[in-house]
């Protein structure tokens, strides 16, 4: 079964609500206008409950089937990006300094339209809970809404997200059992040594020196502490020292941060990071405070409900055009907050070519909004069918 024709039949429905979202674009918790157009719309569509408020900003929507079932939860993330806009579209953001370059206008409005086709057919068992999130680039919306306990509060058995995804041919769709998103972690470091001048720095404890020092034990633990088949990145993205050419300071920063595709090799090199710092300021007559800071943690896919999202996925647009075997990025994803409570599978959908995600150029392609929503819709219908 390719794109539902129900869904194909609103196509321009759905371009008109994603234009409306991209020129509205909406940053962290504070989408407010985003969704009371949500709301809006799912409450013309004739949904059985919008629950407003959820963690700040965000909603669940409620849609119920025919004859008693499970729920099954569908997620879309509605925040857009402190980034000036460059695409130079007509519905270019109306708000300079933000706009939606990660692709979430898209993703709420694939949600809104497997809303609308599943408030009109009901054509599946039980019920279906539409979960539009705020925050998701930074401040965790995922995080809080499990914290909220909703997957509890509204009985969710399983949950599914899509991202799209530049330079993936139109229509394909893209995933992998196990991790298939990365955690990140993220480490800053405070060396206080002793200033002086800088043509006697014997009378001083220099934090650059020791700062670099740290710098290169740092990069050992990805090279020499590490199992070399783990996917991990450990990059140190900033370090600050100093005021003036002839002075040894007083203090250097050193921050970055830390991705991993294994909670054990997360929690390991959590470990290693305090002795390694404290040891290294040490052998130089310095101290250092660590602070490690948790990020999102490890977004890892159900194997069974994954292969059972490949196979609707492949009803759509064909099975050579799904890959079920990517190899996983160190990119995060806070719908892995949902999935660490419930089985569940994050896929890709294709957009075909141009700017990357996070570009000022980057762009929706409204072409992919009709697979995401047939994607939805028909996943409820399979996994919820109606016993005759």
């Avoid at 955690?183 to 006697?200: E, L, M, N, P, S």
């Avoid at 009378?203 to 290169?216: E, K, L, R, T």
């Avoid at 896919?301 to 055009?321: C, L, M």
Wanted: hydrophobic share 40%; glycine share 10%; net charge negative.
């Amino acid at each position: 079964m390719p794109i539902t024709n129900r869904i194909a039949d609103f196509a321009e429905d759905m371009k008109t609500w994603r234009r409306h979202l991209h020129q509205n674009p909406e940053l962290g918790f504070n989408t407010v206008q985003t969704a009371a157009f949500v709301a809006a719309r799912l409450r013309e569509f004739g949904v059985d409950e919008v629950h407003e408020g959820i963690a700040k900003n965000g909603l669940i929507a409620i849609i119920r089937g025919q004859g008693d079932g499970p729920v099954i939860g569908l997620r879309a993330d509605m925040d857009a990006l402190p980034i000036v806009e460059e695409t130079g579209a007509a519905y270019t953001s109306l708000t300079p300094g933000k706009m939606h370059a990660c692709g979430h206008d898209g993703h709420t409005t694939m949600l809104l339209g497997a809303a609308r086709y599943l408030a009109e057919t009901r054509n599946f068992a039980g019920s279906v809970a539409l979960i539009f999130q705020p925050a998701e680039e930074d401040g965790g919306g995922g995080q809080l809404m499990c914290q909220e306990a909703v997957l509890e509060r509204f009985n969710i058995a399983q949950v599914y997200a899509l991202h799209t995804a530049p330079g993936l041919p139109l229509g394909q769709f893209a995933t992998t059992p196990g991790p298939i998103m990365g955690a990140d972690d993220t480490f800053h470091i405070t060396i206080k040594g002793r200033g002086a001048h800088a043509a006697d720095p014997e009378m001083g404890i220099d934090p650059i020196a020791i700062g670099a020092q740290m710098v290169a034990a740092i990069y050992t633990i990805r090279s020499r502490m590490v199992a070399g088949q783990d996917n991990t990145v450990i990059s140190v993205t900033q370090f600050h020292a100093g005021s003036a050419n002839n002075i040894i300071p007083e203090t250097a920063f050193v921050g970055g941060t830390v991705r991993t595709l294994s909670r054990e090799t997360r929690s390991k090199i959590a470990a290693l990071f305090p002795n390694l710092v404290q040891s290294c300021a040490a052998a130089f007559g310095a101290t250092a405070k660590l602070t490690y800071i948790p990020g999102y943690p490890v977004t890892v896919n159900d194997p069974e409900k994954t292969a059972f999202a490949v196979d609707v996925a492949r009803r759509i647009s064909g099975h050579d055009q799904v890959k079920d075997d990517i190899r996983p990025e160190l990119g995060v994803e806070d719908f892995s907050y949902f999935l660490e409570q419930r089985p569940g599978a994050y896929l890709y959908v294709g957009q075909g070519d141009g700017p990357g995600l996070h570009h000022p150029a980057f762009d929706f392609n409204d072409d992919a909004a009709p697979y995401g929503a047939s994607f939805f819709a028909q996943l409820v219908e399979a996994a919820q069918p109606i016993r005759r």
